[in-house]
Structure formats: C-alpha cells, structure tokens
Nanobody, 118 residues
C-alpha cells in the first residue's frame, strides 16, 4: 500500500523559511523520481519541484526557482523541500508523490499546510 506522510508546514511571515518532509512507503523509493506539488485556495494542484531517483537532477516551477530546493534521502525514503524567501502566493497545501511529469500513484497523503502571512 503506497503511503505519503508530509510534515513541516506552518505559519510563516513573508521572507521566512520552512523545510518540508515527506516520508514514503509501499514502493521501491530509490527507483522513482519524486515530486512536490501544491494546491492553493481555489486553485488546481500544481507541480512545484522534481528530483531524479538518485538525486542528480532537479527541476522547478518558474515561480519557485531560486527560492526552493528539493532533496532526498533514499535510505530514509524521504524527500525534502527547503523553502526560502517565502511569499504570500506560496500559501497552499503541499503534497509529495512519486514520478516527474505526472504523479505515479493515485493515492495522496494528507498534505501539510503552508501559510505565508504577516
């Protein structure tokens, strides 16, 4: 059974930082690219960042490039998202899933809420 457990969200002021974590189980983590997605209020879920299976290649949405960094620890089956210089428009529920261009699995975790507000 594929599972994703996201954590690390919270309330932060504009310009602040957060580090999100997602621990995955139920599949061979080290053989999949991993991605972070987010869904803001009234918006569709969007792809934020992707990292290749061994971590050598990363890609980012234009809106977060230069501010967010995705990384992974295969032995811990965990993917991270370091978010710096946060903006109010980064407010969303953040999710992870396997895959790159599209989610590999239909199941999603509960997500972690990130709110950027003064």
């Amino acid at each position: 059974q594929v599972q994703f457990v996201e954590s690390g969200g919270g309330l932060v002021q504009p310009g602040g930082s957060l580090r999100l974590s997602c621990t995955a189980s139920g599949f061979t983590f080290s053989t999949y690219a991993m991605s972070w997605y987010r869904q803001g209020p009234g918006k569709e879920r969007e792809l934020v960042a992707t990292i290749s299976s061994i971590g050598g290649l990363t890609t980012y949405a234009g809106s977060v490039k230069g501010r967010f960094t995705i990384s992974r620890h295969n032995a811990l089956t965990t993917v991270y998202l370091q978010m710096n210089s946060l903006k109010p428009e980064d407010t969303a529920v953040y999710y992870c899933n396997a895959g790159s261009m599209a989610p590999s699995f239909s199941s999603w975790g509960q997500g972690t809420q990130v709110t950027v507000s003064s």
